[in-house]
């Protein structure tokens, strides 16, 4: 405890936990010139190797981190192959040396100018995990920076106590260096929750707060801090009453963590014998382990855009072959459902940029798969070639009509037909299905039900769709609400459409693990949910708690709200009353839409708020 008063700055939750000590500040400084050099032109060669030298440096320096946690890194060496690549990047490399040579400046002025066209392109993607992956592309950057300023120190050599740590940002490769039992946990400035840098602090369980701005700038070297990386709350210079509270919520974290990781392993089953599958989403073949270690009963939903992204040209058959045989074989025999490519006109990697006025209306996810065949059927053959090494789910995002379902699987006969013909072994068999996240498709699932063998309601972009919110927008974002009664109603429909026609439904949007959900979604009899992996041993052990037919009562019951605030005054004394552990006065937590922990605090204010408009 300082002197000085306390400060309480919210940032992102990036890794649960809860640590309270002292600080270490590893400054917030870039190392970069504020002024450039005007170089003459015999100067601009000698410039250009000194960059050319030091970006070899840094990929030595990136090998050699490569090299040394390989053992430990779990398969997360990719994140480090994508600094790798990043580092040699055409925006970063290239640009930069063509930047020394046309304006005969310096190098480091030269790469922020690069860094900066990077990042005006990174911020134009409208998906948030994509356009997150600009931290990378800093992060790649700054360890330039550092050795182009001489800067070589090893920053976590020296810590030799345990200490919360603050810096302006770390790359993933930081975090692996960090010693678990010197750093308690650490909260950037920059960051998301879904950069990089929180992947690996979850996965390593380092408690870990990014985005804090704040936080960050005021924070002052050696005075205690708390970090929630629950509700993604810093305390600089904490009061006795703050640090007595959190040395209780610490307490009580750790015990309800202890006893929910015992569920991660049990079936996801009622008492009364319902069962439902419960999966992880996943971005990166990394995840799959965590996921499975998380519990994960497969993989419900495996994002392939990360392969199209960052690289001068589409992936081609080879790669996406390598990458999806690696995870079927990962996480064999549990299924692993891969959806095709799933952006937009926008966000194209390689040329055809479109620049749609409104691109979630535009040419995305299968629309723009049907528009060009070529990249389609490249990831089908891939998807098809390895289907035999595990067991495989085709998924097609944002189909809208009938037309493209059988669009879809014409091309899929089609590529079926040439691998036959290739003799090159396949899974005739694969289950192929769609993403119901249209209200078009709602509307149509009984007729969508006949051709496919599975549904997965993706409510991110339902929810977007249906109540015109767009999910990206801060101004509507208290609009975005799953248990708005269209939602509700929209789900019902999809999961009768579906089980009338003998298929699976399933739910892979957020809202699958949403804690404060679950019970509704157990009542309205989906088969399976796919979540992010932290909530899968959380969202078992309430399956666990619940029954069946009191589910589905609660379901009835909800059909008779007639505004989403109606459903939170139910849910308001439904969930506390069967889930007091998790809902009840005690301050225990719940995952709420982004992924993150709230508390139940946290959870009232959101049903306050409901109630207010
Ligand atoms: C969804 O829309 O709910 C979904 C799971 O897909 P994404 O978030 O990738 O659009
Ligand atoms: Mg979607």
């Not at 709602?442 to 309601?457: G, M, R, Y």
Request: proline residues 4%; hydrophobic residues 40%; negative net charge.
């Amino acid at each position: 405890m300082s002197s000085r008063e306390s400060i309480s700055i919210f940032g992102v939750s990036a890794s649960p936990g809860i640590v309270i000590g002292p600080v270490l500040f590893l400054g917030r400084r870039r190392f970069r010139r504020p002024d450039h050099r005007c170089l003459d032109v015999s100067e601009v060669g000698v410039e250009v190797e000194r960059f050319q030298g030091v970006v070899d440096r840094v990929e030595e320096q990136l090998r050699e981190i490569r090299q040394q946690f390989i053992s430990s890194l779990d398969g997360y060496a990719s994140i480090i192959d994508s600094h790798l690549l990043m580092l040699r990047d055409r925006m970063l490399y290239d640009r930069t040396i063509a930047i020394i040579e046309q304006e005969k400046k310096d190098a480091e002025w030269a790469l922020d100018i690069a860094l900066n066209e990077a990042r005006e392109i990174f911020s134009q993607i409208d998906d948030p995990y994509l356009r997150e992956r600009v931290h990378d592309v800093e992060q790649v950057a700054e360890r330039v920076f550092r050795l182009l300023a001489g800067r070589t120190e090893d920053k976590f050599a020296a810590i030799d106590k345990k200490v919360i740590i603050a810096a302006r940002d770390f790359a993933p490769e930081d975090i692996l260096r960090m010693r678990n039992d010197q750093v308690l946990g650490f909260f950037t400035e920059k960051g998301g929750e879904t950069s990089h840098t929180a992947i690996v602090a979850r996965t390593l369980g380092i408690p870990a707060v990014v985005g804090a701005e704040e936080a960050v700038r005021q924070v002052v070297d050696g005075e205690t801090v708390v970090l929630d990386g629950i509700s993604g709350r810093i305390i600089l210079s904490p009061s006795r009453e703050q640090l007595d509270q959190y040395y209780e919520h610490q307490r009580q974290y750790r015990q309800y963590s202890e006893q929910v990781a015992l569920y991660a392993h049990l079936s996801p089953e009622t008492p009364d014998g319902l069962k439902v599958r419960v999966e992880a989403n996943i971005e990166m073949v990394e995840e799959a382990i965590q996921a499975i270690s998380y519990g994960a009963g497969g993989i419900g939903l495996f994002r392939s855009e990360y392969h199209y992204l960052g690289r001068s040209k589409l992936p081609d058959e080879g790669l996406l072959f390598e990458v999806y045989r690696n995870i079927l074989t990962a996480i064999s025999p549990f299924a692993v459902t891969i959806r095709t490519l799933d952006i937009g006109g926008d966000k194209l990697p390689a040329g055809d940029k479109g620049g749609e006025a409104n691109p979630a209306l535009g040419l995305r996810a299968i629309r723009l798969s049907l528009r060009d065949p070529l990249m389609f059927k490249t990831q089908l053959r891939a998807l098809l070639r390895a289907s035999v090494y595990g067991n495989l789910r085709i998924m097609f995002p944002m189909i809208a009509s009938m037309g493209e379902v059988l669009a879809v699987k014409g091309y899929l006969a089609e590529v079926m037909a040439e691998l036959a013909g290739q003799k090159i072994p396949f899974n005739e068999q694969v289950p192929i299905g769609i993403m119901i996240e249209v209200p078009g498709a709602v509307s149509i699932a009984d007729v969508l039900a006949k051709e496919v063998d599975f549904f997965s309601i993706g409510t991110n972009d339902l929810i977007q769709y249906a109540l015109a919110i767009d999910r990206g927008n801060e101004n509507v974002a208290h609009m975005y609400e799953p248990f708005h009664p269209a939602v509700l109603r929209m789900i019902r429909q999809v999961v009768e459409a579906g089980h009338e026609a003998g298929i699976e439904v399933g739910m892979c949007g957020e809202m699958a693990g949403d804690m404060s959900c679950l019970p509704v979604l157990l009542g309205l009899g989906l088969d399976q949910l796919s979540m992010n992996s932290m909530a899968i041993p959380y969202v078992k052990r309430m399956i666990r708690h619940s029954i069946a037919e009191e589910a589905e009562q609660l379901a009835a019951s909800i059909f008779r709200c007639a505004s989403s605030r109606e459903v939170y005054d139910l849910l308001g004394e439904y969930l506390p009353r069967h889930y007091p552990d998790e809902f009840g006065p005690g301050g225990i937590r719940t995952l709420r839409k982004s992924g993150g922990l709230r508390t139940v605090a946290d959870n009232k204010q959101g049903m306050d708020r409901a109630r207010i408009l």
